[in-house]
Structures are given as C-alpha cells and as structure tokens.
C-alpha cells in the first residue's frame, strides 16, 4: 500500500529498529511525514534510556531525512474538535496522541500506529502495523 503517511511514535521506533515490515511499508509511501509531538517523545525517550548518546545519534540521523510536521492554528482547532468529541463520548486518549491525530487530520495524511486507540477517532484515516 502507498500513499502520504505519518508516523506515530512507535513505528518510527520500530522503524529505527529495523523492522522489514515497517521498512517496506515506508520504501513504498508516496510521502512520510513525522509530526514534530513524535519527534519530542522521541528524544525524550533517548534522555530517559540506559544509552543516551548513542539514541541521540540515531535521532539525528534519521531526522536529517524527514519531513517534520509542526503544530499551528489550524492543527490546534483539529485538537479541539477531537478533544471535546473523545470527551463526550467518554472515551479519552493520551494528550500526545491527540495532538498527533490532528497533525494527520489537519494535513490528510494516513496515522500510521500500532496504538488501538486512534479507532476513536472519527475520519481519522489509520495504518496499523
């Protein structure tokens, strides 16, 4: 499958850890996108791991070859209208996530995850792997 994607947190990781099925899939995309809240847990969790330096390093390399996606006005209005729609319905999600979930809808590109939880989301288009 092809087409325009960004990637959660965790296929970038899995990526980074050079699954082929995450490699594939991506040598296959038409576009991939990282959104900029990914890249923060990222380097968050190279901070709190037992090899610090040599998680930095593989951050910065495999962000010299991305396209970072940042938050603005329109992605805060997406996060809004998902936020109050997962409250009514009762079903929260991780603040993170929603913020990566309008980053996907503000730009209509494909989440591609492996959390559960984006089914949530309503037109939220999903890959999981």
């Known amino acids: 499958m092809s087409g325009k994607f960004l990637l959660d947190t965790n296929v970038v990781i899995a990526f980074l850890a050079g699954e082929l099925a995450i490699r594939q899939l991506l040598a296959e995309a038409e576009d991939v996108f990282v959104p900029i809240i990914a890249l923060g847990e990222l380097y968050f969790g190279a901070r709190k791991s037992g090899q610090v330096e040599k998680n930095l390093t593989r951050i ?7 396209s970072i996606l940042v938050c603005d006005t329109d ?4 996060y ?24 996907a809808k503000q730009h209509g590109l494909t989440l591609v995850t492996r959390n559960l939880h984006f089914s949530e989301i309503q037109s939220l288009n999903i890959e999981t792997r």
């Open 75 to 78: 992605t805060a209005r997406e």
């Open 80 to 103: 809004g209208i998902i936020k109050n729609t997962l409250r009514a319905k009762g079903r929260p999600i991780p603040e993170n996530d929603i913020w990566i979930a309008a980053v």
């Open 60 to 66: 910065n390399e495999f962000v010299i070859n991305c």
